[in-house]
T-cell receptor
Framework: GAVVSQHPSRVICKSGTSVKIECRSLDFQATTMFWYRQFPKQSLMLMATSNEGSKATYEQGVEKDKFLINHASLTLSTLTVTSAHPEDSSFYIC??????????FGPGTRLLVL | AQSVTQLDSQVPVFEEAPVELRCNYSSSVSVYLFWYVQYPNQGLQLLLKYLSGSTLVKGINGFEAEFNKSQTSFHLRKPSVHISDTAEYFCAVSVGAAGNKLTFGGGTRVLVKP
């Protein structure tokens, strides 16, 4: 099956700093990548959809200036949480897919903002 | 817009007993249906999917699900669970294409007791 990695798996940062999370498709070219957020004991909420070479499409209520998404290549997408605050602490999960195919999920990144 | 309802937030079950996790969806168009499993602090793993064809879908780890269009349901079943099946299970739908964005249900936590 397709493999998707995320880095880092866990990050702790101070309030006001920015954090970058990488999502890579290791053995396939992903035309589309998705970013989800999951609070404890809750479901996944889609934040944005990114297609390689174009701007990300954000879901309603997600601040695009706070959650910067870049999909510069067919194997890499990054999510940057800018000026992070404690309420941004969460589990961030990415997924990747090829056209007409199922999404494959990364292992997630746990962000803790102090 | 589509929505997904998982009727049980938590299902306790004894080892080697059968389990059924219920999932209902609403959508005005045809959907693709998925079940994912999430172990603690990990990403999502695809259990099975319904794209078209036979309404009974078999997945990994002995799980199966049946698509019922008239009842807009996609219930997940396993005839005999193991301790290792303790996890969170998510039902999800996409429209238009299998690789399009997913809408998740609230999740069902399965706790397998010895």
């Amino acid at each position: 099956g397709a493999v998707v990695s995320q880095h880092p798996s866990r990050v702790i940062c101070k309030s006001g700093t920015s954090v970058k999370i990488e999502c890579r498709s290791l053995d396939f070219q992903a035309t589309t990548m998705f970013w989800y957020r999951q609070f404890p004991k809750q479901s996944l909420m889609l934040m944005a959809t990114s297609n390689e070479g174009s701007k990300a499409t954000y879901e309603q209520g997600v601040e695009k200036d706070k959650f910067l998404i870049n999909h510069a290549s067919l194997t890499l997408s990054t999510l940057t949480v800018t000026s992070a605050h404690p309420e941004d602490s969460s589990f961030y999960i990415c997924s990747a897919s090829r056209p007409q195919e199922t999404q494959y999920f990364g292992p997630g990144t746990r962000l803790l903002v102090l | 817009a589509q929505s997904v309802t998982q009727l049980d937030s938590q299902v306790p079950v004894f080892e080697e007993a059968p389990v059924e996790l219920r999932c209902n969806y609403s959508s005005s168009v045809s959907v693709y249906l998925f079940w994912y499993v999430q172990y603690p602090n990990q990403g999502l793993q695809l259990l099975l999917k319904y794209l078209s064809g036979s309404t009974l879908v078999k997945g990994i780890n002995g799980f199966e699900a049946e698509f019922n269009k008239s009842q807009t349901s996609f219930h997940l079943r396993k005839p005999s669970v193991h301790i290792s099946d303790t996890a969170e299970y998510f039902c999800a739908v996409s429209v238009g294409a299998a690789g399009n964005k997913l809408t998740f249900g609230g999740g069902t936590r399965v706790l397998v007791k010895p």
